[in-house]
């Protein structure tokens, strides 16, 4: 079966960094995804790995190793607004992607 | 550029109705899929269009919800007869490819009581 596991909910403060884990096994692999959701809003693509390393995107980014079914998120010089929902996902083929349950990001002053 | 559109945001209903929602994608974006997430877990697919064909629809829980995209742009999807465990947040995504991000829209939420 597809398993996506990341944790339910963390905090951090402004201006810190934080690391957001997602942990993977599925059927295929055709990339995995972060998105961010602030309640009550679409989802919004964050980024995108198909490759093991890191992919950096301003003060957000991701890491995957394909081989160990891992990835994180790394936010920098978090902001009051980062506070959202974190969602990683995993297409194993070209019709449909798994999501992990989210992370709650709180972010306090 | 206008975003994905669904409609209504919120429905509440009673057990034995039905319901209609639908989904406007991204003008262009030929793949359009449904998803769901219901109290406290995760987003799960529902079914992928491309165009106006069903590509995959492994993910629709059972025979009471029927999918549509007639003409390839907007679709529905119809909940009939509406159940208590259907109450949750309907997604519509679209992209312009399949292999790709998905672009979001803000959601249905469903409550069946």
């Known amino acids: 079966g597809q398993n996506i596991d990341q944790p339910t909910e963390m905090t951090a403060t402004e201006g810190a960094i934080v690391q957001i884990n997602c942990t993977y096994q599925t059927s295929g692999f055709n990339g995995l995804f972060w998105y961010q959701q602030h309640a009550g809003e679409a989802p919004t693509f964050l980024s995108y790995?198909?490759?093991?390393g890191l992919e950096e995107k301003g003060r957000f980014s991701s890491f995957l190793s394909r081989s160990k079914g891992y990835s994180y998120l790394l936010l920098k010089e978090l902001q009051m607004k980062d506070s959202a929902s974190y969602l990683c996902?995993?297409?194993?083929?070209?019709?449909?992607?798994?999501f992990g349950s989210g992370t709650k990001l709180n972010v306090k002053p | 550029e206008a975003g994905v559109t669904q409609f209504p945001s919120h429905s509440v209903i009673e057990k034995g109705q039905t319901v209609t929602l639908r989904c406007d994608p991204i003008s262009g974006h030929d793949n359009l899929y449904w998803y769901r997430r219901v109290m406290g877990k995760e987003i799960k697919f529902l079914l992928h269009?491309?165009?106006?064909?069903?590509?995959?629809e492994s993910g629709m829980p059972n025979n009471r919800f029927l999918a549509e995209r007639t003409g390839g742009t907007y679709s529905t999807l119809k909940v009939q007869p509406a159940e208590l465990e259907d109450s949750g947040v309907y997604f519509c995504a679209s992209s312009p490819q399949a292999q790709g991000k998905l672009f979001f829209g803000s959601g249905t939420q469903l409550s069946v009581l």
């Open positions: 269009f491309v165009k106006e064909s069903k590509q995959d």
């Open positions: 790995n198909v490759l093991d």
């Open positions: 996902a995993v297409s194993p083929n070209f019709n449909k992607f798994y």
